[in-house]
Each structure stands twice: as structure tokens, then as C-alpha cells.
């Protein structure tokens, strides 16, 4: 009579290691191997991807907002750079932009690309680029009035050369305060990202003289190995300050 098979010892199984290891096929640069082996483990991916949102980006400022408290129902919110779409989508049902939150104040948000981004229930979308002469106009416009909150992920396409990368993104990050402080109702928040390199310090000595409050923030959604972080600037002071 035949021996009966061997049980399998799973003792352990939850200590394994479970990363996945990507092949390199050919063709395939290293660093798009371990970008996609990077991706393919991340918790923050599989998250989005089994809640339906529109990349690891949104909880980002889901997790800034958590801490500082800017998207409250009734806000008017300007996204800048807005596709994908996963700010715009966190920032939804905060602001009760759908009106579903009954007793609760229905917000407004309006996002800018210089792409078309598929809809979002509960947002404006609008292809513009926000540098053009007279954007703030037409933002208030959009608006029917100022915004309470102006909030930008955006970030230039990489060269490949670190110090030239922090330097776009730092232009690309004052550009979006000079339009905040074009359309920001007097106590609104700036939210937008940097990277720590040593020119972002004329923006933070700027933020500082508009607002009553600036703070930095690497939220647990942004990568460990990333330079990223996000300026959080709250109580704009008017264009009256100095």
C-alpha cells in the first residue's frame, strides 16, 4: 500500500517573505524593473486599486487633511494639476460637494489640467493652464467668488538630473502660490508639493508673509526614499500683506 502524501508544514507562512520579485525582460531598463517590482509591492497601489482610486497620490492629501483640517464641507477648492483625478476624489465627500451629507454646507471644486481628465462626480473640470494671463479671473469665475483652499500635486516631467528636477518643480510650486494669493478668500490654505534641495527657502520666506501659518509635512502615503514633501500655508492674510 502506498504511503500516504506528506502534509505540508504552512508553520510560518505568515513570516515568509512575500515580496514580489520582478524579472528583467529583455529590453526593460533596470530602473523600470525596480520601478515596477516598487509598484507592484506597495501597499499604498493596492490600496487605490481596491478602493477605486485613481492612484497612491490620494492619500496623500487625505492624510494631510486628516492633520490640518482644510477640506470642511461648504469649501471652494481650486486643484491644480488635477489628473488623475485621486485628490479630486478624496476631496469630494469632505467639502459635501455632492450635497449628500444632509445639514452639512455643499462645497465646489474645480480641477486644472492642461489635459482632459475623465469625470468626477462632484467636481468642475476644465483644461486651462493656470499661467496663463488672467487664470485667476477665470477661476474666480468658475467659483462665482474666491476659493477657501488652492492645492497642488504637481510636478515636472523629470530630466533625470536631481538638481534641475527641484528646480522645476520649486518654479512650478511658487507659480501655483502667485495664483493663490490671486484667488484665496482671507484665511484660506495653500497646499503644495516640494522637495527638500536647498531653493525652497525664498517660497517658505514668502509663504510666511501671506499666511499667519506655514508648515512642511511627508505624509506616511509618500515614498520613504522620495525627496517629496508638502507645504501646508493656512490663514492667508490678503493681498494686503507684505
Not at 467639502?95 to 454646507?105: D, E, F, H, Q, V
Not at 517660497?203 to 502615503?221: C, R
Request: contains cysteine; aromatic residues 6%; charged residues 25%.
Amino acid at each position: 500500500m502506498a504511503n500516504p502524501p506528506k502534509k505540508k508544514n504552512n508553520s510560518g507562512r505568515g513570516q515568509r517573505d512575500l515580496t514580489v520579485k520582478v524579472k528583467s525582460a529583455k529590453g526593460r531598463k533596470i530602473g523600470s524593473t525596480l520601478w515596477l517590482q516598487r509598484q507592484l509591492n506597495d501597499p499604498y497601489v493596492t490600496k487605490a486599486r481596491n478602493e477605486g482610486m485613481r492612484g497612491r497620490a490620494a492619500y496623500k492629501i487625505l492624510e494631510i487633511d486628516d492633520k490640518y483640517r482644510f477640506l470642511l464641507p461648504g469649501a471652494r477648492v481650486v486643484d491644480l494639476g488635477c489628473a488623475p483625478g485621486g485628490w479630486l476624489q478624496v476631496a469630494v465627500p469632505r467639502i459635501n460637494s455632492l450635497g449628500t451629507r444632509k445639514g452639512k454646507a455643499q462645497g465646489r471644486i474645480i480641477g486644472l489640467d492642461l489635459q482632459e481628465v475623465e469625470p468626477i462626480p462632484g467636481t468642475e473640470l476644465h483644461v486651462l493652464d493656470f499661467m496663463e494671463d488672467d487664470a485667476d479671473l477665470q477661476v474666480k469665475q468658475w467659483l462665482n467668488g474666491p476659493a477657501d483652499v488652492v492645492m497642488s500635486d504637481m510636478a515636472a516631467s523629470a530630466s533625470g538630473h536631481k538638481q534641475t528636477d527641484h528646480l522645476r518643480i520649486m518654479a512650478l510650486c511658487e507659480a501655483a502660490a502667485y495664483l493663490a494669493f490671486d484667488v484665496l478668500v482671507e484665511g484660506g490654505t495653500f497646499v503644495a508639493k516640494v522637495l527638500a534641495g536647498g531653493a525652497e527657502g525664498e517660497l517658505q520666506g514668502l509663504l510666511k508673509q501671506k499666511f499667519k501659518k506655514v508648515s512642511n509635512v511627508k505624509p506616511p502615503a509618500s515614498r520613504s526614499d522620495s525627496s517629496e514633501k508638502f507645504v501646508v500655508a493656512q490663514g492667508f492674510r490678503g493681498n494686503s500683506a507684505t
